[in-house]
């Protein structure tokens, strides 16, 4: 499900870019024409390298947030693969240890699983005042009471001293289990610093600037040109800011959660 505030965000960002973009370029053609005017010349000359500097640097910042934002979307489905296999695992394994405590384990593992799927269809949302992701306090709780439960179900059934291959099974798939899910939940508040954004945006509207002072020289406003130019950029604005949460945009890592259903529809 989108959640709707943050997609009113992030467009709210790429159309302030957009306009602001299409403002500073007419601001920049202004400042270009009354340049030619003192220098008496009719084309921007010099001023080259100084264009070129930013916009080389506007091009790195952008793919440097375009890339680290498909890592870490690629490592968010790789760890919803993680967690499917890590649960698969050790429910197949709880069938080693004697009922009653096997199928109870199981069945609260199953409960975990639910909760985990839950959460994540249904319980992460977006905070406009933090700027992040948050989770359902609700969900939260619940997952950490089946937590304790089955963790500290399989201790009791594991007592200290006990070698028994069950426990020496059991006990170190659990926690790979927990480990697994408390990875993928820190991945969700992997980002890089907001700096970089700001960084992005305001190099964005400085070569909006200097791109309209470069269009100083022509008689007519190019409205095609300006317009694309402030159009390329908000959209890479607006895919890099989506790709930064699969879990509430348009691009999403929800494909990768059949695995974790599979798991579940799996479980007797």
């Not at 490592?75 to 004697?98: F, G, H, P, V």
């Not at 594991?158 to 926690?175: E, I, N, Q």
Request: with cysteine; proline share 3%.
């Amino acid at each position: 499900m989108i959640e709707v505030a943050f997609l009113l965000f992030s467009s709210a960002v790429a159309v302030t870019f957009f306009i602001s973009s299409l403002i500073l370029m007419n601001l920049g053609r202004r400042l270009g024409a009354r340049y030619l005017v003192r220098e008496g010349t009719p084309t921007v000359t010099g001023l080259g390298a100084v264009e070129g500097a930013v916009f080389a640097l506007m091009g790195l910042v952008l793919a440097f947030a375009i890339s680290g934002a498909l890592q870490r979307f690629d490592e968010r489905k790789q760890l919803m693969l993680q967690e499917a296999n890590a649960i698969s695992t050790a429910y197949q394994r709880l069938d080693l240890l004697e009922a009653p405590t096997g199928p109870a384990l199981k069945s609260a593992l199953k409960a975990y699983l639910r909760a985990r799927i839950d959460l994540y269809q249904r319980g992460i949302g977006f905070s406009l005042w933090r700027g992040a992701e948050v989770a359902s306090d609700e969900h939260l709780a619940r997952i950490s009471t089946l937590n304790h439960a089955i963790w500290d179900g399989a201790v009791k059934a594991c007592p200290s001293g006990d070698r028994k291959a069950a426990c020496v099974l059991v006990l170190p798939s659990l926690s790979s289990v927990f480990d697994t899910a408390r990875s993928r939940d820190g991945a969700n508040e992997r980002h890089p610093p907001h700096i970089l954004y700001v960084m992005l945006f305001g190099l964005g509207l400085g070569g909006s600037l200097l791109a309209g002072f470069g269009m100083a020289a022509t008689k007519n406003r190019s409205w095609v040109h300006m317009t694309i130019f402030a159009s390329a950029l908000a959209v890479a604005l607006f895919v890099v800011t989506d790709i930064e949460y699969p879990r509430l945009g348009l691009v999403r890592v929800d494909s990768f959660g059949h695995f974790l259903d599979a798991v579940y529809d799996q479980m007797r």
